[in-house]
């Protein structure tokens, strides 16, 4: 398997979100995160929410939850359920990648403290 893990402006996003990920045509994954957020300062923030990208994608693969089920409830589903902008879509109850997205987001928080990220983020 390919994966491309790039930094992009968050005006270049799919959506309005600080990552993402999909599959190419040749099932190459690709991965892109916001490199301008305020809450995401330096490269070591933005390596945190790539790795959760990395390992949200992989479960959701191996686990045959399609690009276009996460898509759909992040682009569409999620917003029409009225979502506060700080609201994690994977989080919510009815998100098909809920349980990947929270792992996902085990693994990124273990990354930050081992960084030394203090005051990162709260998993709920």
Request: proline fraction near 5%; charged fraction near 25%.
């Amino acid at each position: 398997m390919k994966i491309v893990i790039e930094t992009i402006a968050s005006s270049q996003q799919r959506y309005d979100t600080w990552g993402d990920w999909w599959l190419d045509a040749d099932h190459t994954l690709q991965i892109r995160v916001s490199s301008d957020e305020p809450a995401m300062p330096t490269g070591q923030h933005q390596l945190c929410v790539a790795i959760h990208e990395l390992v949200e994608a992989l479960l959701c693969i191996d686990r045959e939850i399609t690009v276009a089920q996460v898509d759909q409830f992040d682009m569409v589903t999620a917003p029409a359920l009225g979502l506060a902008d700080d609201d994690e879509p994977g989080d919510h109850p009815l998100a098909p990648y809920r349980n990947e997205h929270r792992f996902a987001m085990l693994v990124e928080h273990l990354m930050a403290r081992e960084l030394g990220l203090d005051g990162y983020g709260v998993v709920r």
